[in-house]
């Protein structure tokens, strides 16, 4: 292992523990959405599988789909200021950008080669781009992908250039991970099953009440 690879490992180590409390944090102990290292041929971290990809091509997709999730939290994110996903975003692709582009431009090759002409391999480029871009687009678990992709984005600015795809095989898990709503695991709130919403039946309604007797003639049976 080169010395620079090194380095990078030791940074992204210590700016897992460092990052997060510099934040907002929304829960007292969010959930573990860690996870190992990607290729980019597994399923369901990707968007969409690539067949016959080089492993160059892989990392490329790795990479695009890392800064596709970040861009889109750029975007969802700026209810909270201090989670900086814009300005993080921004910081990586000034400092990126070669390695970027090369990342389109590899992904680019693909799909025409695959598609088997340039005009085809366009349309199925967009067609990843889209998917990608709608694949990281979250409601209920928006919490937990702005806070990782926080996390994931101060990461990035500290990444030596030419490491970034190596970054983003190390990070892409949980960034996809963070899509799945999860709330504090500090405190349960699950509601127990013998907890039930309170229900008014028609209390003011006088026709379906004499005496204090439910009349199932007029209003139907007393709902359970």
């Known amino acids: ?18 990052a997060t409390p510099a934040s907002a944090q929304f ?70 950008t070669d390695e970027l582009k090369q990342s389109y431009d590899a992904l680019s090759k693909y ?20 998917r990608v871009y709608s694949g990281f687009s979250t409601v209920s678990a928006q919490l937990g992908f702005c806070q990782a992709a926080n996390e994931i984005g101060q990461e990035a600015i500290f990444v030596p250039r030419g490491y970034l795809g190596e970054f983003a095989e190390m990070r892409l898990r949980k960034l996809r991970n963070s899509l799945v709503a999860y709330g504090d695991q500090q405190f349960t709130r699950a509601i127990p099953y013998y907890v039930r919403p309170v ?3 028609q209390f003011e309604n006088k026709k379906c009440w004499r005496k204090g007797l439910w009349q199932t003639k007029r209003c139907g049976e007393f709902p359970a």
């Not at 597994?42 to 990809?53: R, Y």
């Open 111 to 130: 799909f025409i080669r695959t598609a088997g002409s340039t005009k085809a391999g366009q349309t199925a480029l967009d067609q990843f781009g889209t």
């Open 27 to 96: 829960y007292l102990k969010p959930v573990d959405i860690d996870g190992p290292r990607v290729t980019g041929e597994e399923t369901g971290v990707a968007t969409q599988a690539l067949p016959g990809a080089t492993p160059a091509e892989l990392r490329a997709a790795v990479l695009w789909n890392l800064r596709s999730g970040l861009n889109v939290a750029a975007l969802q994110c700026q209810f909270e200021p201090t989670l900086l996903t814009l300005h993080n975003y921004n910081a990586m692709l000034f400092d990126h």
């Open 1 to 18: 292992m080169s010395v620079v690879r090194t380095l990078v490992l030791a940074a992204v180590a210590a700016l897992t523990v460092a």
């Open 199 to 201: 229900r008014l039946y």
